[in-house]
């Protein structure tokens, strides 16, 4: 059974994500730059996070990615994205070993050209899907945000991102980052999690 804690920042329409990988481990996706929800539950469930991945560049709040780091997790992030603080740079296709499972890096462009979804594999079979900025419930990330110039080649690239995505089982279970009242999101529902099924028949923008 795959465990998944997510903790809602309400104002900033953001979510991140605590999975326990086993061996008393834990990954943290696109985490909080106060890190005080992430690192009580952790501590609740006895497991140390050993791993922090962001899903692309923030322009809505500030990554607590780098602090995990200094503790001494491995921090994952976009190699487009070219940060400058330590990081493993990750592209499309390249996969890791978190613990009991394995996750793999999606090149997913659109609401910026550096975006990553990482789908959380185990036993080579997919059971969670980290979305980011890309696919959310009933809508999908802005691609406006660089400037008009970009806008019309982001929005292309964000379309063929999501089609990608929909290949995935109908069952998975999709976890994004943004969601309602997200400065980052377009309009869409209130939910934070869903599936690729019901993405497929119900959101507008596919």
Request: glycine letters at 10%; charged letters at 20%; proline letters at 6%.
């Amino acid at each position: 059974m795959t465990i998944v804690h997510a903790f809602v920042d309400e104002g900033l329409g953001h979510s991140s994500y605590l999975v326990d990988v086993g061996g008393g481990e834990a990954l943290v996706v696109d985490p909080a730059r106060v890190l005080s929800s992430e690192c009580r539950q952790a501590r609740h469930d006895g497991v140390r996070i050993t791993f922090t991945a962001d899903t692309h560049t923030h322009a809505d709040y500030v990554s607590g990615s780098p602090l995990l780091a200094s503790s001494g997790a491995a921090f994952l992030a976009p190699e487009g994205a070219r940060l400058e603080h330590p990081h493993r740079p990750l592209a499309d296709g390249d996969e890791i070993a978190v613990g009991r499972f394995v996750l793999r890096a999606l090149a997913t462009p659109g609401h910026t050209p550096d975006h990553l979804a990482y789908l959380l594999l185990e036993a080579g079979e997919p059971v969670a899907l980290f979305s980011g900025g890309s696919l959310m419930v009933g809508t999908a990330g802005r691609t406006d945000l660089l400037g008009p110039q970009h806008t019309r080649e982001l929005a292309r690239a964000q379309f063929r991102s999501l089609r990608a995505l929909l290949a995935l089982p109908d069952n998975l279970v999709v976890y994004p980052t943004h969601g309602a009242g997200s400065f980052c999101s377009a309009p869409g529902a209130s939910e934070r999690t869903t599936t690729i099924g019901r993405e497929r028949a119900t959101n507008p923008l596919l």
